[in-house]
């Protein structure tokens, strides 16, 4: 069974330029979580996707968009890479009624 | 609104001698409480979680966590730690009903020496 899957594993982008992050839920969860994970900081919730709809938003700016496709994948976007936008992006899977989120092995990107 | 403090960013102990890792929360109604595990350049690993019942929770490797609501904390603890715990430990908080964000601290890094 396998677990939650992220990819890319690495990312090197420039400011201004656009990227998408891809994630596959573990089997059986429906739900989609995104975090941003800054260098010696916590997760910070991004949004959370269920049923194809954003569900649920942190403070994060609009050129952070994301989706869920029918077989509960999603992807996160980021438009206008900043230099501040260089971290650990963490997907979370999850089911309806279960309220452990399962973690992916994250996507790093750098914005140079 | 809810938050997470764990008030130490490094925690030292012997190989073989009990750790405690300390977190306290905020919500405004009852929490749901977790910690994870975070290894070198790897994600999150779920280690354990309080939803409601026993205050004291046991979780994977040996780990368990005592929930104490007047307190408002959820520490972890182990009673013999093993140098292979040494990695980053991060306690997150979501308050019951709310079903997508889950509020996280900003990690205490345990190093255990043998």
């Known amino acids: 069974d396998a677990g939650v899957t992220q990819s890319p594993t690495h990312l090197i982008k420039t400011r201004g330029q656009q990227v998408t992050l891809r994630c596959s839920p573990k089997?059986?969860?429906?739900?989609v979580s995104w975090y941003q994970q800054a260098l010696g900081q916590g997760p910070q919730f991004i949004f959370q996707?269920?049923?194809?709809?954003?569900?649920q938003r942190g403070n994060f700016p609009d050129r952070f968009s994301g989706h869920q496709f029918p077989n509960y994948s999603s992807e996160l976007n980021v438009n206008a890479l900043l230099l501040g936008d260089s971290a650990l992006y963490l997907c979370a899977s999850s089911s309806t009624g279960e309220e452990t989120q399962y973690f992916g092995p994250g996507t790093r990107l750098l914005v140079l | 609104a809810q938050s997470v403090a764990q008030p130490e960013d490094q925690v030292n102990v012997a190989e073989g001698n009990p750790l405690t890792v300390k977190c306290t929360y905020s919500?405004?109604?009852?929490?749901?409480l977790f910690w994870y595990v975070q290894y070198p350049n790897r994600g999150l690993q779920f280690l354990l979680k309080?939803?409601?019942?026993?205050?004291l929770v046991k979780g994977s490797y040996g780990f368990e966590a005592e929930f104490n609501k007047s307190q408002t904390s959820f520490h972890l603890k182990k009673p013999s730690a093993l140098v292979s715990d040494s990695a980053l430990y991060f306690c997150a908080v979501r308050e019951v009903g709310n079903a997508g964000k889950s509020t996280f601290g900003d990690g205490t890094t345990l190093t255990v020496k043998p």
């Open positions: 089997s059986g969860h429906d739900t």
């Open positions: 996707y269920y049923e194809e709809e954003e569900r």
């Open positions: 309080y939803i409601t019942g026993d205050n």
């Open positions: 919500v405004s109604g009852n929490p749901y």
